[in-house]
């Protein structure tokens, strides 16, 4: 089965998200360019720790293991949404991001021990470098001249002026062990295993 290891998003922070991504969607649209990206559900919205691919039965069961002696190492703590972006940039966008802010450096270490548990159960070494991010929409195939565009769009909405942006902190009280099923109408996620955190 196809997995990740995730932080799952509270509704008011989603409700948040929605609100930039139709922002976005409206000033698209005015430039003709609303096929350019597809949104993220709001369902669909989460802080990926680790991206397994494809596991087994049996490293599903060890990580649960693992995921719940994880957890229970973490004390609570709180996040707060940041700034647009675009992986790789805003030239070629590619995927469009809100950033992530948290002081206590919590989640580096939890990344960092989720990423040890992946590789104890047979996985390879992740390569890309963890960049906490929230991703809330994907290009679609279009050509680089209207990406190029629709990424100047989503840039000068980075720029705009803090006081325009909703800000909003929340608190990360578990982690999940999802599945991820790829169909036709987008991904569907279902929870295999919730691993609480320490309470405060």
């Known amino acids: 089965m196809r997995a990740f290891v995730a932080i799952v998003l509270p509704e008011n922070v989603q409700r948040v998200l929605i609100v930039r ?3 976005l969607a409206r000033q698209l649209r005015e430039r003709k360019l609303d096929g350019t990206i597809r949104w993220t559900e709001a369902a669909n919205l989460h802080i990926t720790l680790r991206f397994l691919g494809e596991i087994n039965e049996t490293q599903q069961q060890q990580l649960a293991l ?7 190492r973490y004390r609570a ?3 707060r949404i940041g700034e647009l972006g675009c992986f790789p940039n805003c ?4 995927v469009v991001w809100c950033g992530l802010q948290e002081t206590s450096h919590t989640l580096d270490a939890l990344q960092e021990e989720v990423e040890a548990a992946a590789q104890a159960v047979g996985l390879a070494a992740e390569e890309k470098r963890f960049t906490p991010h929230l991703t809330i929409g994907r290009s679609q195939r279009r050509r680089s001249g209207e990406l190029a565009a629709a990424g100047q769009i989503i840039q000068q909405a980075a720029a705009a002026s803090p006081a325009n942006q909703e800000t909003v902190e929340f608190a990360v009280g578990e982690i999940r062990l999802m599945r991820s099923e790829l169909t036709r109408a987008g991904s569907i996620y279902t929870p295999l295993g919730v691993y609480a955190l320490l309470g405060r």
């Open 66 to 72: 693992q995921l719940a002696a994880i957890a229970a």
């Open 91 to 94: 030239r070629q966008p590619s």
């Open 77 to 79: 703590f709180d996040m």
């Open 21 to 23: 991504q139709q922002r």
